[in-house]
């Protein structure tokens, strides 16, 4: 076992580590981007190690044991955990629930925010009894709810409670109809059966859904809510003939909430990016984009990525790709797509609600409905979010920049990776091709090689082949100044941390071979 106390920590927070106790002495090695910051030795019977005091930032963490291999985690460090939001989810309140396979797996995990799905008594009337049934029969008890809540704050996790911003159901549906959203036969738009959809911005609404706003935040121990909409109507008609333009409404709704809980951290769905135009400039905290048909294609998820960190430069940017192939594909094979998937959406600046509860992952929008995984499928998840957090200043900060097509290819000739005989380099993710992206960030120059050889199609969400991996790689950058710059490779299946690799000089350039490209490998050049 190697697992941090906490998903992420403030600064000036004691770091802890949970080691299985061993019979000799061992270390815990702590690098920042490739570079080692820190060792602590851990005693024979130890079951806990403090790290030295750290700055801000994300670090991999190494167990060293010469009789045993290299054990990994990583830690974070951040003022404002939500500006590299690592979300999960929990859908599950029964009274009397044991909690602490959930902590511990938002731990491993490094899962900074969790959704609390469907926790409400009545989606107008979030507040109910002590213990009720859900609108769709699951079984709740706020004292499981503030567990939870109370657990995961402890762990670094804050608690966001679902909050659908204008679904109303039957037995509130008299009080509200009057300011239904309606079809043009007069028809209240709908989910389902058990629920109608009113405006959002109406103000007898908006009096009604904040006061309930502030009442959960007592009631579930909540930091804030995830505020869900349905992605249509785009606009619509009420009884008393007003027109309705939701994009506009969302923003009012938003701006309502955000003063009615000034210091609730807030998440807005924008479904299949609407509306990302408006909301992004809305008080709200991150840029979160359900994503569904015509998101097909790898590709479609970077655009997602690349135009909510376009909108909003300084707040996360968070997808909500679930992964249907564990519910129709064997797990080694969901496995792989996930691998794909996760390194489009991290190389390009988002990450991705995933994985939650004590080991299961997202297959369906109800997400009572989530896939429990397999061991094999955990430890994955944890390899891919170590790096995440360990390379999380050149992945998730601010301030990064595509810069592939003013900096790549024959005519740029500044840095690029040259493949074999028979291996295409491609800047766009296409199928039997490196997808290669470079980015500047504020710690240097990043280039991103996703292996995409082998593919037939890139679906984000289809089965995918064992890629073949990509050997004699060779990275080439034009040199600036007399001495050879640090190169310093990663791969999330090959742990956290960043490994030095040799550079050569040749004439104005300098070169070095990468190691092999499995699935995604970072290669990191510091200023």
């Not at 979160?288 to 998101?295: F, I, M, R, S």
């Not at 500047?440 to 037939?456: A, R, S, W, Y």
């Not at 710059?485 to 990663?490: L, T």
Request: aromatic fraction near 8%.
């Amino acid at each position: 076992m190697l697992l941090p106390s906490k998903a992420s920590y403030l600064p000036g927070e004691s770091v802890h580590v949970d080691v299985s106790p061993a019979g000799h002495h061992r270390r815990l090695r702590v690098s920042h981007l490739g570079v080692e910051v820190a060792t602590t030795d851990v005693a024979p019977g130890a079951d806990r190690v403090v790290l030295p005091a750290l700055p801000e930032g994300g670090y991999a963490v190494a167990l060293l044991d010469d009789r045993h291999d290299t054990r990994w985690t990583a830690v974070e460090i951040l003022a404002d955990p939500v500006s590299r939001l690592r979300y999960g989810f929990v859908a599950s309140f029964a009274p009397g629930r044991d909690v602490d396979a959930v902590l511990s797996h938002f731990r491993r995990l490094h899962l900074s925010g969790a959704q609390f799905y469907d926790w409400a008594y009545r989606h107008a009337d979030l507040v109910g009894p002590v213990e009720y049934q859900d609108p769709l029969g699951q079984p709740v008890a706020i004292e499981t709810v503030q567990r939870l809540a109370g657990g995961l704050r402890d762990g670094g996790t804050l608690p966001i409670g679902y909050a659908a911003v204008y679904g109303v159901g039957k037995d509130e549906w008299p009080a509200w109809e009057h300011i239904a959203l309606v079809q043009p036969d007069g028809t209240p738009y709908a989910l389902g059966d058990f629920l109608q959809l009113v405006d959002p911005s109406d103000p007898a609404w908006l009096a009604h859904f904040t006061a309930d706003l502030r009442a959960a935040v007592r009631a579930g121990s909540f930091a804030g809510f995830h505020l869900d909409q349905y992605g249509w109507p785009r606009h619509a008609m009420r009884p008393d003939g007003r027109s309705v333009d939701l994009a506009r409404a969302f923003d009012t709704l938003i701006q309502a909430v955000r003063t009615a809980l000034p210091e609730a951290t807030l998440i807005f769905n924008n479904v299949n990016d609407f509306p990302a135009w408006v909301t992004t400039a809305s008080p709200q905290d991150v840029t979160y984009t359900e994503v569904w048909d015509p998101h097909h294609t790898l590709a479609d998820l970077a655009a997602v990525a690349t135009r909510s960190r376009t909108l909003a430069p300084t707040r996360p940017a968070v997808l909500a790709a679930y992964q249907t192939v564990y519910a129709n594909h064997p797990p080694e094979v969901a496995d792989l797509t996930t691998r794909f998937t996760m390194a489009t959406a991290f190389s390009h600046g988002a990450t991705q609600l995933l994985a939650g509860e004590s080991g299961s992952v997202l297959v369906d929008p109800y997400y009572v409905r989530n896939h429990r995984v397999l061991p094999s499928t955990s430890d994955l998840l944890q390899r891919w979010y170590d790096l995440l957090v360990a390379a999380g200043d050149v992945l998730l900060a601010p301030g990064i920049h595509d810069i592939t097509r003013s900096v790549a290819g024959a005519y740029n000739d500044e840095i690029d990776v040259i493949g074999p005989d028979g291996v295409t380099i491609s800047h766009e993710a296409r199928p039997g091709t490196v997808w290669r992206r470079v980015v500047d960030t504020p710690q240097g120059i990043v280039m991103h090689l996703i292996n995409l050889t082998g593919q037939e199609e890139t679906g984000w969400d289809t089965p995918k082949a064992a890629p073949p991996p990509v050997t004699g790689l060779r990275l080439r950058m034009r040199r600036c100044v007399p001495q050879l710059p640090a190169i310093r490779v990663a791969d999330p299946d090959r742990g956290p941390a960043f490994a030095a690799v040799p550079a050569v000089a040749d004439g104005e350039h300098v070169e070095a071979e990468l190691p092999p490209l499995d699935v995604w490998e970072i290669v990191f050049i510091p200023r």
